[in-house]
């Protein structure tokens, strides 16, 4: 079983739509939790952290379920720039290590 | 600020041959890493490094070797390059440890082994 496990998608959504996508990790005992972004053949960025009480950043909500062992990010208000690969990345232990998923893509069409 | 820089940008080799890539950040940052992308898959880490002079393995070493001669430079050396090993490579660094740290990446360099 894959450590990250994520819906590939795509998700295909007008602008203005909410889209909301999860992300499944395998190990009870992660620590850390974020979302990265990336765009079409360019290098992943750091779009936020993932808390435990969940967080907002703008549009952009992600959330923490431990108990299910799943995140999640809500995408409010899509624009045609929250088009691209949004990649579910996880800390299994307190070091080095990050886990990716293969990412969801969404498409934001006009 | 240049942040992480990676040479080449492209790349083809034959199998057989070697060749080196480069990561170089001027954030001052202790800890470096090596990443490979492949279609339908996570980043996978390679090598990593905690500190000039340190190299460590990542879950995907084979073939592969790195050194950590100078704080902001970070080398990935392929062997005796194999068509398994054609994939986007990124570079990336962070100033702390990956659970409290943002991961910066460097542009990736694409490679091609026929």
């Known amino acids: 079983r894959k450590e990250v496990e994520q819906d590939p998608g795509p998700f295909n959504v007008p602008e203005g739509a909410t889209v909301a996508f999860n992300c499944t990790y395998s190990?009870?005992?992660?620590?850390?939790f974020f979302w990265y972004r990336q765009d079409c053949r360019k290098e992943p960025k750091l779009l936020m952290s993932v808390y435990s009480s969940g967080n907002e950043d703008g549009r952009f909500t992600a959330q923490l379920n431990r108990a299910s062992q799943y995140i999640s990010l809500l995408i409010r208000d899509s624009k045609l720039s929250d088009s691209a690969t949004y990649l579910c990345?996880?800390?299994?232990?307190?070091?080095?290590?990050?886990?990716f998923g293969a990412g969801t893509t969404v498409t934001v069409r006009a | 600020n240049a942040g992480v820089t990676q040479t080449p940008k492209f790349r083809v080799l034959k199998t057989g041959q070697s060749m080196t890539l480069l990561c170089a950040q001027d954030m001052n940052h202790e800890y470096m890493y090596w990443y490979r992308q492949d279609p339908g898959m996570g980043l996978r880490l390679i090598h990593y490094s905690v500190g000039e002079g340190t190299t460590a393995k990542g879950e995907v070493p084979d073939g592969y070797n790195v050194s950590r001669l100078k704080k902001q430079n970070f080398l990935l050396g392929l062997e005796s390059a194999a068509p398994s090993q054609t994939s986007v490579y990124f570079c990336a660094s962070s100033y702390l440890q990956v659970a409290v740290d943002t991961q910066y990446f460097g542009p990736g360099t694409r490679l091609t082994v026929l």
């Open positions: 990345v996880v800390n299994m232990r307190n070091d080095y290590k990050l886990s």
């Open positions: 190990n009870s005992a992660s620590q850390s």
